[in-house]
């Protein structure tokens, strides 16, 4: 099959690998370009999956607490440029909206939405007024309400990363508060190994298999070999089996025994994440306009 140059261009941003080695891949999967990914890095061609370099959407990220730390509202506020998400107007907007859902106990975005802020006006017409007073779109992306009998540990990372964690069997707020820097900055997948869907496991195993043959070793090193890479794996992406960032001799899990601890349930947020990028080329716009004319 015919593999465009779009398509090589964007298996080469999301890996590193050369060229006529993406196309290759691409074509030996038939287009596939999640198959390609994951055979790059079985030949050792892929120096990363930088998928996250196409995150595009503006915004900020902003947490809620009660007084008593037992609920938290986290919502993701998106604009088109990062020149707006530090407009004050904007921040206001988003802050608003937050203490709105902590109030309400809510984190449906149409109920929210269509809640009372002042004067009989909507928070969707505070959206609205705001969208043209500063001239972008203007979306509340997502929420979450989290709640627990112990603590909710909040952290918020420069405005664009937000984090809640409840913890049970704990009240410790700066523990809590801890662990949620910790997920910000290690952003794990899931709380122990054995939560790693099935699927991902699957697709791992396969490719360290893939290059734990291609060494050349025996059999049975070669089965050794890959049960250390799963291991390691399911430790990277789970939150009790990563080292943890306050005291790298000592895993999240280790922490949790030492303070009879348990993590609950975690949510992450990063602005933008999971939103690829419209990529503009300028000069083509102009021709274009020009050759219309």
């Not at 909206?97 to 984190?107: G, M, Q």
């Not at 939560?195 to 496991?201: K, M, N, Q």
């Not at 070669?222 to 291991?231: C, F, L, P, Q, S």
């Not at 949510?267 to 020009?290: L, N, P, S, W």
């Amino acid at each position: 099959m015919s593999i465009s140059a779009s398509l090589v261009k964007d298996l080469r941003e999301r890996t590193g690998a050369g060229m006529m080695e993406c196309k290759k891949a691409l074509e030996e999967t038939g287009g596939d370009i999640e198959a390609a990914v994951d055979a790059l890095r079985a030949k050792g061609q892929a120096k990363a999956d930088k998928r996250s370099s196409k995150v595009a959407a503006e915004g900020i990220v902003v947490i809620q607490r009660s007084e008593d730390g037992k609920l938290a509202v986290m919502l993701e506020v998106n604009c088109e440029t990062d020149f707006v998400a530090r407009d004050e107007n904007f921040k206001d907007f988003a802050d608003t909206a937050a203490k709105l859902a902590l109030t309400n106990k809510t984190d449906d975005l149409q109920q929210l939405l269509a809640t009372a802020v002042n004067d009989g006006k909507t928070l969707e017409d505070t959206r609205q007024a705001l969208v043209a007073k500063i001239g972008e779109n203007v979306q509340i992306r997502r929420i979450i309400l989290a709640s627990s009998e112990n603590v909710v540990g909040a952290y918020v990372h420069g405005q664009r990363i937000g984090v809640l964690i409840s913890l049970s069997d704990s009240t410790d707020a700066e523990l809590a508060r801890d662990i949620a820097m910790h997920i910000a900055a290690s952003k794990p997948l899931v709380i122990a190994p054995e939560d790693v869907p099935a699927d991902l496991i699957a697709r791992e195993k396969e490719i360290y298999s893939v290059q734990a043959a291609e060494s050349g070793k025996p059999a049975d090193i070669v089965e050794k070999m890959v049960i250390g890479r799963m291991k390691k794996f399911l430790d990277e992406v789970s939150l009790l089996g990563q080292t943890y960032v306050k005291n790298p001799d000592i895993s999240v899990g280790t922490l949790l025994q030492q303070t009879k601890a348990k993590v609950a349930n975690f949510v992450r947020y990063e602005v933008g994440e999971g939103i690829e990028k419209v990529q503009t080329d300028f000069a083509a716009e102009v021709m274009a306009q020009v050759k219309g004319n």
